[in-house]
Nanobody, 119 residues
């Protein structure tokens, strides 16, 4: 069974921190590079951080130096530590494989977790 469950979002002031978590089913997690994506209102979903199974990481320029992605291959969990948050980081955050998981003819997404950065 395919499962992606994100958690940890919330409302935070600019400059604050949040830690997002993702529980992924093992049949997805065991073999795939994983990523955190986000979608802000009126914008396309974008990949902000990626981690391979061997733990090499890549970040979008907009979050480099502020966000840290990590994974626990034993527990099938993915995390995103977000520091120095800015209003521009406000979005719904999703975890997924990279490239995105496709079931049938459609991309599969979890419910996401809302991050709002505002004073």
């Amino acid at each position: 069974q395919v499962q992606l469950v994100e958690s940890g979002g919330g409302l935070v002031q600019p400059g604050g921190s949040l830690r997002l978590s993702c529980a992924a089913s093992g049949n997805i997690f065991n073999f795939a590079p994983m990523g955190w994506y986000r979608q802000a209102p009126g914008k396309q979903r974008e990949l902000v951080a990626r981690i391979s199974r061997s733990l090499s990481t890549n970040y979008a320029d907009s979050v480099k130096g502020r966000f840290t992605i990590s994974r626990d291959n034993a527990d099938n969990t993915l995390s995103l530590q977000m520091n120095s948050l800015k209003p521009g980081d406000t979005a719904v955050y999703y975890c997924n494989t990279d490239p995105v998981l496709v079931l049938g003819q459609h991309a599969y997404w979890g419910q996401g977790t809302q991050v709002t950065v505002s004073s």
